[in-house]
T-cell receptor
Framework: QQKVQQSPESLIVPEGGMASLNCTSS?????YFWWYRQHSGKSPKMLM?????GEKEEGRFTVHLNKASLHTSLHIRDSQPSDSALYLC??????????FGKGTSLTVIP | EAAVTQSPRNKVTVTGGNVTLSCRQT?????MYWYRQDTGHGLRLIHY???????QIGDVPDGYKATRTTQEDFFLLLELASPSQTSLYFC??????????FGKGTRLTVV
């Protein structure tokens, strides 16, 4: 059973638009959530992390976390073609067991 | 910048062959992981380790062995490779509540 579910599987947005990605964990022991970005042919790299309820913003990227529902979302405003990538959500417990979702493939159309 | 080095980067082997994938990290991290990535399945954890001599079973361990010989080195062994093990393999390292750092990946093809 996949412990981290992501939606949608794929997303197409116009350049300058807003992309919204979702992630939910089914493991109530999860404490930490991470968002990774993987460009084609490259390895995943951490984009943002969030550990507490609420919102965190870094430039064009904003993440939200609701620990009660174990749901996190990533929002990319003013999307650029260079944002086109696979976005992976990960969650882990204090025992450092990272679970990754299947990812959302984002395409930004110029 | 944290460093995780995988070798080889590409490997082709025959069904039934032996393959060893190597990984070295220079981050002084305690935790190391082996993942496989396949279209439609995302990243799936094969084995992981908390330190030298320690081995933990991940979610898809069948057909794989792993060994952590030192804090830096983590190996993945396929003793009887099958076509279903054709995949992109990532090694990674982390420490407590830190991000996971990935190597560049090894593309394995079993023919």
């Amino acid at each position: 059973q996949q412990k981290v579910q992501q939606s949608p599987e794929s997303l197409i947005v116009p350049e300058g638009g807003m992309a919204s990605l979702n992630c939910t964990s089914s493991d109530r022991n999860v404490d930490y959530f991470w968002w990774y970005r993987q460009h084609s042919g490259k390895s995943p790299k951490m984009l943002m992390s969030i550990f507490s309820n609420g919102e965190k913003e870094e430039g064009r990227f904003t993440v939200h976390l609701n620990k009660a529902s174990l749901h996190t979302s990533l929002h990319i405003r003013d999307s650029q073609p260079s944002d086109s990538a696979l976005y992976l959500c990960a969650a882990n417990t204090g025992y450092q067991n990272f679970y990754f979702g299947k990812g959302t493939s984002l395409t930004v159309i110029p | 910048e944290a460093a995780v080095t995988q070798s080889p980067r590409n490997k082709v082997t025959v069904t039934g062959g032996n393959v060893t994938l190597s990984c070295r990290q220079t981050n002084s991290h305690n935790y190391m992981y082996w993942y496989r990535q396949d279209t439609g399945h995302g990243l799936r954890l094969i084995h992981y380790s908390y330190g030298a001599g320690n081995l933990q079973i991940g979610d898809v361990p069948d057909g794989y062995k792993a060994t952590r010989t030192t804090q830096e080195d983590f190996f993945l062994l396929l003793e009887l490779a099958s076509p279903s093990q054709t995949s992109l393999y990532f090694c990674a390292s982390s420490d407590r509540v830190t991000e996971v750092f990935f190597g560049k990946g090894t593309r394995l093809t079993v023919v």
